[in-house]
């Protein structure tokens, strides 16, 4: 079974400037989460999507952070503009439609912000 | 006060020893409690989970829970150097979500 899988694995931009990851989780899972990981601290959640719907964005700073789902499948996290504050490692992990608790987690997107 | 609270370490032992790692937190909410291991530049990967209060074996990891403390513990027997990383702990606060502790990193020496 495949795993959940990120792209890129390492980005480095200046601050104010836009950036995108991309995450494809395991198939067959309707649940996908994006954390932000501060090296550090454990992973904080950004975003959960139930299939192509919303289901928690409650930490995600909605003024500069967006994601989206489309078609229930892959997700696209952006940020615009980047501060340095969000140089972090972000993952995206999914759990299956049973057991939910269980969480697969990508190798992450580690970004740097000059 | 944080919701979960661990020692992020380092833990430095010898191989062959017995490892505790920890946790506390403050919600008596938490129903599901899990423990993650992190390798450098790797995603967390789930090693272990518990419902309730209790304790659960998988090899030479052991899990506990004890809800009156608001208290978890990972044992992990005759450690191995392959068992440096980093171990997060995670607790589900509805709806499927974590709550993940700063993660305590373990360094074992051959």
């Known amino acids: 079974e495949a795993g959940v899988a990120q792209s890129p694995r390492y980005k480095i931009i200046e601050k104010r400037q836009s950036v995108a990851f991309w995450c494809n989780p395991i198939s067959g899972h309707a649940t996908l989460y994006w954390y932000q990981q501060i090296l550090g601290q454990g992973p904080k959640l950004l975003i959960q999507f139930q299939n192509n719907g919303v289901v928690d964005d409650s930490q995600l700073p909605k003024d500069r952070f967006s994601a989206e789902r489309l078609k229930g499948v892959d997700s696209t996290l952006k940020i615009q503009p980047a501060k340095l504050e969000d140089s972090a490692v972000y993952l995206c992990?999914?759990?299956?439609?049973?057991?939910?608790?269980?969480?697969?987690f990508g190798p992450g997107t580690r970004l740097t912000v000059t | 006060q944080k919701e979960v609270e661990q020692d992020p370490g380092p833990l430095s032992v010898p191989e062959g020893a017995i490892v505790s790692l920890n946790c506390t937190y403050s919600?008596?909410?938490?129903?599901?409690f899990m423990w993650y291991r992190q390798y450098s530049r790797k995603g967390p990967e789930l090693l272990m989970y518990?419902?309730?209060?209790g304790n659960k074996e998988d090899g030479r990891f052991t899990a506990q829970v004890d809800k009156s403390s608001k208290y978890i513990s990972l044992f992990i027997r005759d450690s191995q150097p392959s068992d440096s990383a980093t171990y997060l702990c995670?607790?589900?606060?509805?709806?499927?979500?974590?709550?993940f502790g700063t993660g305590t990193r373990l360094l074992v020496s051959p």
């Open positions: 992990a999914s759990s299956p439609p049973t057991e939910n608790y269980e969480q697969y």
């Open positions: 995670a607790m589900e606060a509805g709806f499927q979500k974590l709550v």
């Open positions: 919600n008596s909410a938490f129903q599901y």
């Open positions: 518990t419902y309730s209060s």
